[in-house]
């Protein structure tokens, strides 16, 4: 089954900072403009920041815009979501997927919490 991989997320305090990375196909990641989203349980799932196939084109959500990054290694097939100056809000599930979310490899996400 094709699927995107989400890792590095886990338990940060408050202030913190994660980076978390997402893998894909070579065949299909270089082909996409990627993004990352997140989900609490029970709500549905929020667009954060998305980055152009090429990587020098970026939006970032004015919500997190202070606190978050989007970068990609295309050689690693790579997207990433830096996330600084953490909150409990920020709290959830985080998937990547192409840019807007509209094929089927979603993958299983990684938690982040944030917490002290």
């Known amino acids: 089954q094709v699927q995107f991989v989400e890792s590095g997320g886990g338990l940060v305090q408050p202030g913190g900072s994660l980076k978390l990375s997402c893998t894909g196909p070579?065949?299909?990641?270089?082909?996409?403009?990627m993004g990352w989203y997140r989900q609490v349980p029970g709500n549905e799932r929020y667009f954060l920041a998305s980055?152009?196939?090429?990587?020098?084109?970026?939006f970032i959500r004015e919500s997190v815009r202070d606190r978050f990054n989007i970068s990609r290694d295309n050689a690693k097939n790579t997207v990433y979501l830096q996330m600084d100056r953490s909150k409990s809000e920020d709290t959830a599930i985080y998937f990547c997927?192409?840019?807007?979310?509209?094929?089927?490899?979603w993958g299983q996400g990684t938690q982040v919490t944030v917490s002290s």
């Open positions: 070579e065949n299909i990641f270089k082909r996409f403009d």
């Open positions: 997927n192409n840019y807007p979310g509209t094929t089927d490899y």
């Open positions: 980055i152009a196939w090429h990587g020098t084109t970026k």
